[in-house]
């Protein structure tokens, strides 16, 4: 049995581990409970925690806002991460961290490999990917970097939004131009808890479901899962105006992690557990 810290416990990632502990036990922090940008307070929190293993699930997810509040998104994406490995390495605990798609500029045209050069083109992805070369400094560091995140008991993800609106029969915008692959946080659970279990190799992985779409592409299989004719506006990216520039081609391959023995099933497949598991909750 493993004992096994979680920060950022109440998020949508943290609070969905936290639920799935198994025979595990968990220890775990939310963000008021432990600011991972306070190292002397991480000190603290692990010495008393004497964790096998460190997930950090705490992170600055605030895209725009980032972009005028860079201390924040540093500590909270970046030095908190370091401190966290740092202390993981003392304890001499494994360490599990995650990062985001945003650390790409999007101008490839083909999945992205954990190989390829990160080109961060916001000051979120840019601590995102400080953050990931901080995680390493644990001996045994795994950075999972996941993408447009959907799922979990705290959920209100752009694809929340999307059934949503389809539900309420309203018009439903969404990027035709935008290609992702999401991340089912149930599937992104049962990865973490297979590394922890299996300890393959440390390093680089992308965690996200498998096969590429578009936001457009989301939208028409939600309004086919709910069995609606919905109203989906297509929309470019470059006619929203945003704070923060986003990457165009976000696509991540999944293909390390497979051969690592981890292999998430497709995005169709996820997003219809997930769909099945929101109508459920709505009775």
């Keep these: 049995m493993m004992r096994i810290m979680v920060t950022g416990a109440a998020g949508q990632l943290g ?36 964790p096998d293993a460190i997930v950090n699930c705490a992170a600055y997810n605030d895209v725009d806002g980032a972009e005028t509040d860079a201390t924040g998104a540093l500590l909270g994406n970046a030095f908190g991460v370091l401190h966290l490995a740092r202390a993981a ?21 083909r999945p992205y490999v954990e190989t390829d050069q990160a080109a961060p083109m916001s000051t979120y992805g840019s601590s995102k990917l400080l953050g990931e070369w901080f995680a390493a400094e644990a001996p045994q560091a795994y950075v999972l970097r996941v993408e447009s995140l959907f799922g979990g008991p705290r959920a209100k993800s752009s694809i929340d939004k999307i059934l949503a609106s389809i539900q309420g029969g309203h018009p439903t915008r969404v990027f035709g131009d935008r290609t992702v692959t999401p991340s089912y946080v149930e599937d992104v659970v049962s990865v973490t808890e297979g590394i922890l279990a299996r300890q393959p190799p440390a390093g680089l992985y992308h965690c996200v ?39 165009l081609y976000c696509a991540l391959s999944n293909a390390k992690l497979a051969a690592a023995g981890f292999t998430l099933p497709s995005w169709q497949d996820a997003l219809a557990r997930y769909v099945a598991v929101a109508t459920a909750r709505q009775g």
């Design 89 to 109: 390495k003392a304890a001499g605990a494994a360490f599990i961290h995650f990062s985001t798609d945003f650390v790409f500029d999007g101008t490839h045209d």
């Design 15 to 50: 609070s969905a581990l936290a639920q799935r502990a198994g025979s595990d036990t968990i220890v775990p922090f939310t963000r008021t409970q432990l600011d991972i940008g306070d190292q002397a307070a991480v000190q603290e929190a692990v010495a008393a925690a004497r």
């Design 209 to 247: 479901n498998s096969g590429v779409t578009t936001w457009l592409g989301i939208a028409e299989e939600v309004a086919r899962l709910l069995g609606r004719e919905a109203d989906i506006v297509s929309v470019k990216l470059a006619d929203v105006k945003l704070v923060a520039r986003r990457p």
